[in-house]
Nanobody, 123 residues
Framework: QVQLVESGGGLVQAGGSLRLSCAASGRTFSNYAMGWFRQAPGKEREFVAQINWSGGITSYADSVKGRFTISRDNAANTVYLQKNSLKPEDTAVYYC????????????????WGQGTQVTVSS
């Protein structure tokens, strides 16, 4: 089992930037892909971005493509989400998740979840 702890959320004005971090423990970090998801009030959890075990392959939701960047540091057991040009519609609780496999994953492959960190973007 993987333990995940997110940090870096907060309140930011539209157009601003934030970097979220997610520290992992419990399994060899480079053995699995990682993802970021978000859930806005009254909405279902949605995929934001994912990265494969090596960091060489990434994918993004269309709504964040070109604004968000996912990266990972396997030596530090940490995955990051750099968020630029933030919009009020980016307001949500952001969760990191660990996949059960090393490669680009389906949603169902993400088995371990963090507790979430709130991001609020004011207009």
């Amino acid at each position: 089992q993987v333990q995940l702890v997110e940090s870096g959320g907060g309140l930011v004005q539209a157009g601003g930037s934030l970097r979220l971090s997610c520290a992992a423990s419990g399994r060899t970090f480079s053995n699995y892909a990682m993802g970021w998801f978000r859930q806005a009030p009254g909405k279902e959890r949605e995929f934001v971005a994912q990265i494969n075990w090596s960091g060489g392959i990434t994918s993004y939701a269309d709504s964040v493509k070109g604004r968000f960047t996912i990266s990972r540091d396997n030596a530090a057991n940490t995955v990051y989400l750099q968020k630029n040009s933030l919009k009020p519609e980016d307001t949500a609780v952001y969760y990191c998740a660990a996949s059960s496999i090393r490669y680009m994953s389906r949603i169902d492959d993400f088995r371990s979840w963090g507790q979430g960190t709130q991001v609020t973007v004011s207009s």
